[in-house]
């Protein structure tokens, strides 16, 4: 296997986290209708991936545990840090450095982390 095409993630309320992704962290619908997911586009619809209803049963599942995004961004890791946090957007830490450039890590409503990078 050689390039990852889609990933999806599974959130308790499709409604609520839709509104996380599009109002505080700024993605965009991709305008696939589907009434037990929303899929997104970001960075000028270059990446893809949706939100979902449960394929099974979530009670007492913690969902974001070990799973992490990571979108590469065009603005910088200042401005967008400032942007999600006035939108009060849970951040996992400060801006890190790493072997592949600077990262901000938020939080969705299910605990998935959502990696932002600005890259070297």
């Known amino acids: 296997m050689r390039k990852l095409v889609f990933a999806s ?4 309320d499709l409604e609520a986290s839709k509104a996380f992704y599009t109002e505080k962290l700024g993605f965009e619908e991709a305008g696939i209708p589907n009434p037990q997911a929303c899929v ?6 270059e990446a893809s991936f949706a939100i979902r209803t449960p394929l099974a049963n979530l009670d007492g599942k913690e969902l974001g545990v070990g799973a ?7 603005e910088t890791i200042e401005a967008l840090q400032t942007r999600l ?6 951040l996992s830490g400060p801006v890190q450095e790493t072997p592949f ?3 901000l890590v938020a939080r969705d409503p299910d605990g998935y982390n959502i990696t ?4 070297r």
Do not use: P
């Not at 992490?68 to 065009?74: G, I, R």
């Not at 946090?85 to 849970?90: D, H, L, N």
């Open 9 to 12: 993630l599974q959130v308790r």
């Open 40 to 45: 997104f586009k970001y960075n000028k619809g």
């Open 68 to 74: 992490s995004l990571w979108f590469e961004m065009e």
């Open 85 to 90: 946090i006035e939108k009060q957007v849970t």
């Open 101 to 103: 450039g600077r990262i």
């Open 116 to 119: 932002f990078l600005e890259a």
